[in-house]
């Protein structure tokens, strides 16, 4: 149980388009998801809070207007990265927590998605 | 949120038993200590949480003095699989989880 999937797996796009990246919980709901960045040999870095229903909280440093997070169902977030440059080329994961069982101080995370900006 | 420190990197070899020590000085009373880890490409996997004393599993035991200021992975028998980034974290229930900069176990034959 407990499975967050990530599509896409991998993405290539060329400099000022847009890409969307969808997080789901596969067997439980999840009212908080949380996205994050990791750049080559480096830390998990974390960009942002997604709630169900209201608007994500994002971390310092983090453009809200770049980085577009729709938290739409207990089961989905989508990360948009809008006119993607090639700095944000990165590996972006993200993670939900499952508040209705025992468990809600464990984290799940997805496998991750490679985002290639030529 | 409370800040962790553990060993960048650590190397050990084949069939021995690896320990890799975080300390948490400022752990809050309803904080958890959970250890991830992670291949190279791929998103971060649950190993171990617990909150005092001595918690076991199939994967990996977890050590926390009474203090609670530090705590201590530990592998048995290692394989060259187990080659891995290592992440302790601290998190109280509902907190967003930070991470630090994981330690990376080379595993050598």
């Known amino acids: 149980g407990a499975v967050v999937s990530q599509h896409p797996s991998r993405v290539i796009c060329k400099s000022g388009t847009s890409v969307k990246i969808e997080c789901r919980s596969l067997d439980f709901q999840a009212t908080t998801m949380f996205w994050y960045r990791q750049f080559p040999k480096k830390s998990l870095m974390l960009m942002a809070t997604?709630?169900?229903?209201?608007?994500?909280?994002?971390e310092q440093g983090v453009e809200k207007d770049k980085f577009l997070i729709n938290h739409a169902s207990l089961t989905l977030s989508t990360l948009t990265v809008t006119s993607a440059h090639p700095e944000d080329s990165s590996f972006y994961i993200c993670s939900a927590r499952d508040l209705a069982s025992g468990r809600s101080y464990e984290q799940f995370f997805g496998p991750g998605t490679r985002l290639t900006v030529l | 949120l409370a800040k962790t420190t553990q060993p960048i990197s650590m190397d050990s070899y084949e069939g021995q038993e690896v320990n890799i020590t975080c300390s948490h000085n400022n752990i809050a009373t309803n904080d958890y200590i959970t250890w991830y880890q992670q291949f190279p490409s791929q998103g971060p996997r649950f190993i171990i949480q617990g909150y005092k004393t001595k918690v076991t599993n199939e994967v990996a035991s977890l050590f926390i003095p009474a203090d609670r200021k530090s705590s201590t992975l530990s592998l048995p028998r290692v394989s060259l699989s187990d080659t891995a980034v290592y992440y302790c974290?601290?998190?109280?229930?509902?907190?967003?989880?930070?991470f630090g900069k994981g330690t990376r176990l080379h595993i050598l034959p």
């Open positions: 997604s709630n169900e229903g209201s608007k994500a909280t994002y």
């Open positions: 974290l601290v998190t109280g229930r509902d907190d967003k989880i930070i």
